[in-house]
C-alpha cells in the first residue's frame, strides 16, 4: 500500500508537473501575502512590509526550488534532463557525435565478428553424419532440464518409430578404470548400448562394435578401444581383436578399436557395453538417451509426438506421475545435440 | 531575540511541525508561528526549510493538505495530520524524550 501510493505520489509529481507547479507558487505567495500582511497590521508601509516579508523568506523561486529538490521523484527527473542536456550537446558537435558514434560502432562490430569466429570455430558443428538428426532426450522442470533417463522411458522412446529411427543410451558420468597389466593407467569408459555406434555413423577400423547380445545383460566382459588408446597401448598392433584388456584386474575381450575421427559425447578411451535389463519396470533415472530423427521429421514433430506418448506411458507407469512430478502436460521432449555441446 | 536562536538539529524539524499540528489544522505561516510561540522564540522555521518539509511528510503520507479560508480571507493551503501522522508524533516524541533525558544525565554525570 505505501509503495502505490509512493508511486502514485511520483507519477502525480512527474506527470501533472504543471498543476503541481501552479499549486506550489500559490502556496508559496500566499505565505508571503500572510506575512506582508502582518506587517502592515503593525504599522508598515505597504511596500516596506512587502520587500521584508519577501526578504524573510529567502526569495519566492529559492523556496520553491528547495521544495522541487525534496519531491518524490526528483531524481527521475534530474536524470531526464540530463539526457536531454545529452543530446543537445551531441548535436551542437556533430564532429564529437560523429567520432564517438564510430568508436562504438567499431568497438561492437568487432566484438560481434569475433565472437562469430569463436563460435564457427571452436563450437563448431558436430562430426557425425547426418549430425542435424541427432538429438537427445530431456525432461523439463521449473527449476531446469533433467537429461536422465529411466529404461521404461528409453523403450516408450524406442517405440516412437514414426519419428524415431534409432534409438541409444548412454552414461554420460563414465566411470575411471584402472588399467592393469603393463604399464598401470587411468583410463575413462563410457557405457553404451549396442546401437550407439551405429547412431552416430562411427566404423570400427578393426573388428567390430557392439552385438545385441553382448548388450544384454550377463552378455559377457567386452571393450571397444578407442583409436587414441590403440595406438598407446598396443602400439597400434593389428591383431590386438580377441586379446583381454585387463581392467581393474578383470579381464575384458577387445572386440573392436574405433576410428580416429570417433569422438564420443562424453570423450572416453574406451566403450563397454551397458547391458541393462531392457524389460526393467525401475523408473530410476540413470543414463542419458540420444536418438536420430527418421529422416523428413522435425524437432517440433518428434515433440508433439512425444507429448501424445507421454498419456500412454503414464497410463502404464502410474507411479511416475506421483514420484517425478512428470504430469503428462510437462512430457520429455528431445533437443539437438548440438545443443548440448554448446552448454 | 535572535541570539538566543538555536539552530535545528537535523530531523527535530519533522517532529515540531507534527507537533504543531497535533492542535489541529494550520497553513504553512501558522505553523512557523506556532512552533515559534511554543518554543518561546528558540526557533523560528524559514519557508527554506518549512516547505520542503511539509511536502515531504505530505508525500510519506503523515499530513494531507486542503485549501481553505485564512482567517484574513486568503485562500490558504492547510496542513492537517493524518492518523499515520499521528502515530509518528507518538513515536517520535518517546523518541526524543528518551534522547533528552540520555544527554540530560550524561551532561549532569560527575
Wanted: aromatic residues 8%; proline residues 5%; charged residues 20%.
Amino acid at each position: 500500500m505505501k509503495l502505490l501510493s509512493r508511486i502514485r505520489t511520483i507519477s502525480k509529481n512527474l506527470l501533472r508537473k504543471q498543476q503541481v507547479e501552479r499549486r506550489l507558487d500559490d502556496e508559496v505567495r500566499v505565505y508571503v501575502d500572510m506575512l506582508t500582511d502582518e506587517r502592515i497590521a503593525s504599522g508598515m508601509s505597504p511596500s516596506e512590509a512587502r520587500r521584508i516579508a519577501q526578504v524573510g523568506s529567502g526569495g519566492i523561486e529559492q523556496v520553491k526550488q528547495s521544495v522541487r529538490d525534496r519531491r518524490a521523484g526528483a531524481g527521475l527527473e534530474l536524470l531526464w534532463q540530463d539526457a536531454r542536456f545529452g543530446l543537445r550537446q551531441l548535436r551542437r558537435n556533430p564532429g564529437f557525435t560523429i567520432a564517438a558514434v564510430a568508436a562504438l560502432a567499431l568497438g561492437i562490430g568487432a566484438n560481434t565478428a569475433i565472437f562469430s569466429v569463436v563460435n564457427a570455430v571452436l563450437l563448431k558443428p558436430l562430426t557425425y553424419p547426418d549430425a542435424d538428426r541427432i538429438v537427445h532426450f530431456y525432461r523439463p522442470f521449473p527449476e531446469g532440464r533433467r537429461e536422465e533417463a529411466s529404461v521404461p522411458e528409453f523403450r516408450s522412446l524406442q517405440q516412437q518409430t514414426s519419428v524415431f529411427a534409432q534409438i541409444a543410451g548412454y552414461d554420460a558420468s563414465g566411470p575411471e578404470f584402472n588399467l592393469t597389466g603393463g604399464r598401470p593407467e587411468q583410463v575413462h569408459g563410457i557405457h553404451v548400448t549396442a546401437s550407439y555406434f551405429r547412431l552416430f555413423g562411427a566404423l570400427a577400423i578393426l573388428g567390430r562394435t557392439f552385438t545385441p547380445q553382448e548388450d544384454a545383460p550377463n552378455g559377457g566382459k567386452v571393450v571397444i578401444l578407442s583409436y587414441g588408446l590403440w595406438q598407446r597401448k598396443f602400439g597400434a598392433s593389428p591383431d590386438v581383436i580377441g586379446k583381454a584388456l585387463s581392467l581393474g584386474n578383470e579381464p575384458y575381450t577387445i572386440v573392436g578399436v574405433m576410428g580416429k575421427q570417433f569422438v564420443s559425447m562424453p570423450e572416453a578411451d574406451i566403450w563397454l557395453p551397458f547391458q541393462f535389463e531392457s524389460v526393467s519396470n525401475n523408473l530410476g533415472h540413470f543414463f542419458h538417451i540420444v536418438a536420430k530423427l527418421q529422416p523428413g521429421i522435425g524437432l517440433s514433430q518428434a515433440n508433439a509426438q512425444m507429448q501424445l506418448a507421454a498419456a500412454g506411458f503414464l497410463h502404464n507407469y502410474p507411479k511416475a506421475n506421483r514420484a517425478q512430478r512428470f504430469p503428462a502436460a510437462r512430457a520429455s521432449k528431445v533437443d539437438p545435440l548440438q545443443a548440448l555441446r554448446a552448454e | 531575540m535572535s541570539s538566543k536562536q538555536a539552530t535545528l538539529l537535523q530531523g527535530r524539524l519533522d517532529l515540531l511541525v507534527l507537533k504543531a499540528l497535533g492542535a489541529g489544522e494550520l497553513h504553512g505561516l501558522g505553523i512557523s508561528r506556532r512552533i515559534e510561540q511554543v518554543t518561546r522564540g528558540t526557533f523560528l522555521v524559514k519557508p527554506g526549510s518549512l516547505f520542503p518539509a511539509l511536502h515531504r511528510m505530505e508525500e510519506a503520507g503523515w499530513l494531507n493538505s486542503f485549501w481553505g479560508e485564512s482567517e484574513n480571507n486568503r485562500r490558504a493551503k492547510f496542513y492537517r495530520l493524518t492518523r499515520s501522522g499521528k502515530r509518528q508524533l507518538s513515536v517520535e516524541t518517546d523518541q526524543w524524550t528518551r534522547v533528552a533525558h540520555a544527554m540530560t544525565n550524561a551532561l549532569r554525570a560527575t
